[in-house]
T-cell receptor, first 116, second 110 residues
């Protein structure tokens, strides 16, 4: 598998718990993106990384959300004190590089998060 | 007003027909344009990039009109496997964020 890998594929947790979602991008892709998609809604941008730094965190919905990336590869998205409105599919994407010509992004299968 | 607007559909089209989707975007600084498709409960997948001169990939033709801030996708000789949601996607110069439309749902009827 040379694609973007996300884990877990499904996560069910109780309101108030913390969750951690993982994304393993395509090897060699320096740019990594997190989105979420609520039922029947479009994709909502959360954050992107160029290497290990996050130039644009504008989409994070609250300070309960944080993300990090280490070694220019794997990224984790952490949601603290989860709320029911956090229920969604969290999608990760990667692209070879950023630059003047935006590269198409390749998506993982997503993590389906359900907050009870 | 949403930054990227699409007719949500659904479009129910007989197999073999030609179908066209439109998309408008509000930010004139937008510089990169894509069509993605998303199957039910699956991740979005790139269908094609959209270039100013228009481009074709088999049965699919994409057009961009910068003056009108309008993007289109034409599917000829539609197949059952074309049934999916088609997402119009826009990116701005110097900004890595992709902005997705909410998608147009297409169902090809046998």
């Amino acid at each position: 598998g040379a694609g973007v890998s996300q884990s877990p594929s499904n996560k069910v947790t109780e309101k108030g718990k913390d969750v951690e979602l993982r994304c393993d991008p395509i090897s060699g892709h320096t740019a990594l993106y997190w989105y979420r998609q609520s039922l029947g809604q479009g994709l909502e941008f959360l954050i992107y990384f160029q290497g290990n730094s996050a130039p644009d965190k504008s989409g994070l919905p609250s300070d309960r959300f944080s993300a990090e990336r280490t070694g220019g590869s794997v990224s984790t998205l952490t949601i603290q004190r989860t709320q029911q409105e956090d229920s969604a599919v969290y999608l990760c994407a990667s692209s070879p590089r950023t630059g003047y010509s935006n590269q198409p992004q390749h998506f993982g299968d997503g993590t389906r998060l359900s907050i009870l | 007003r949403k930054e990227v607007e699409q007719d949500p559909g659904p479009f129910n089209v007989p197999e073999g027909a030609t179908v066209a989707f439109n998309c408008t975007y509000s930010n004139s600084a937008s510089q990169s344009f894509f069509w993605y498709r998303q199957d039910c409960r699956k991740e979005p997948k790139l269908l094609m990039s959209v270039y100013s001169s228009g481009n074709e990939d088999g049965r699919f033709t994409a057009q961009l009109n910068r003056a009108s801030q309008y993007i289109s996708l034409l599917i000829r000789d539609s197949k059952l496997s074309d049934s999916a949601t088609y997402l119009c996607v826009v990116a701005h110069f110097g900004n890595e964020k992709l902005t997705f439309g909410t998608g147009t749902r297409l169902t090809i009827i046998p």
